[in-house]
């Protein structure tokens, strides 16, 4: 079953713009997670919010989480060519027993 | 190094054959996943498993089978009973003890094309 879901599905933007990504989530979550992955690659974390948080930050990330309207969005600035990838939100949901649910991801393409 | 190891990076199959794809941690982290991922698409979790000799079934076991001998070990065997087994297959570990928040480590992957 797909919990979190990405919005949009790619984005293409020039370096040192800000990229915004979405995603949406159906049942109550413990926390949830950005992960990226390049291109034929394993996934790497990058932030995680906690239920009872609104607001993180880590570097140029910006995460933020609504649990009311069950939505969060990654913010990246400055964006270099580095940060080409693909960004997956992923849900710890209330019960799931230490389980992951991922979304389909975004794929960003940041133009030199 | 700390990590996850995956192996092989690559591997071809023919109809019919079952093939057993390798993940190996030493982050002493007590949970192991094995995840499918196909072109475009997020990652479907196949097993986890929570401790040693013990596992349950994720989302799409079907074709799928695993073991939990020791720890640092998770192989996925994919078998013949898997119509579709052509992806990228990722695993993952975490450590779930003392209060952590299940952020997830990864392994590079297998790319799995049958023949």
């Known amino acids: 079953s797909q919990q979190g879901e990405e919005d949009p599905q790619a984005l293409s933007i020039q370096e040192g713009e800000n990229a915004t990504m979405n995603c949406s989530y159906k049942t109550s979550i413990n926390n949830l997670q950005w992960y990226r992955q390049n291109s034929g690659r394993g996934l790497v974390h990058l932030i995680l919010?906690?239920?009872?948080?609104r607001e993180k930050h880590s570097g140029r990330l910006r995460v933020t989480l609504d649990t009311s309207k069950k939505s969060s969005s990654l913010l990246i600035t400055a964006s270099r060519a580095a940060d080409t990838a693909s960004y997956f939100c992923?849900?710890?949901?209330?019960?799931?027993?230490?389980?992951?649910?991922f979304g389909k991801g975004t794929l960003l393409t940041v133009n030199p | 190094d700390g990590g996850i190891t995956q192996s092989p990076k690559y591997l071809f199959r023919k109809e019919g054959q079952n093939v057993t794809l390798s993940c190996e941690q030493n982050l002493n982290h007590d949970a192991m996943y094995w995840y499918r991922q196909d072109p475009g698409q997020g990652l479907r979790l196949i097993y986890y498993?929570?401790?040693?000799?013990?596992?349950q079934k994720g989302d799409i076991a079907e074709g799928y089978s695993v073991s939990r001998e020791k720890k640092e070990s998770f192989p996925l065997t994919v078998t013949s009973a898997q119509k579709n087994p052509t992806a990228f297959y990722l695993c993952?570990?975490?450590?779930?003890?003392?209060?952590?928040?299940?952020?997830?480590?990864f392994g590079p992957g297998t790319r799995l094309t049958v023949l």
């Open positions: 919010i906690r239920s009872n948080e």
């Open positions: 992923a849900t710890d949901a209330r019960g799931s027993n230490y389980k992951l649910t």
């Open positions: 498993s929570q401790i040693v000799n013990d596992f």
């Open positions: 993952a570990s975490s450590n779930i003890a003392g209060g952590s928040y299940n952020e997830q480590f």
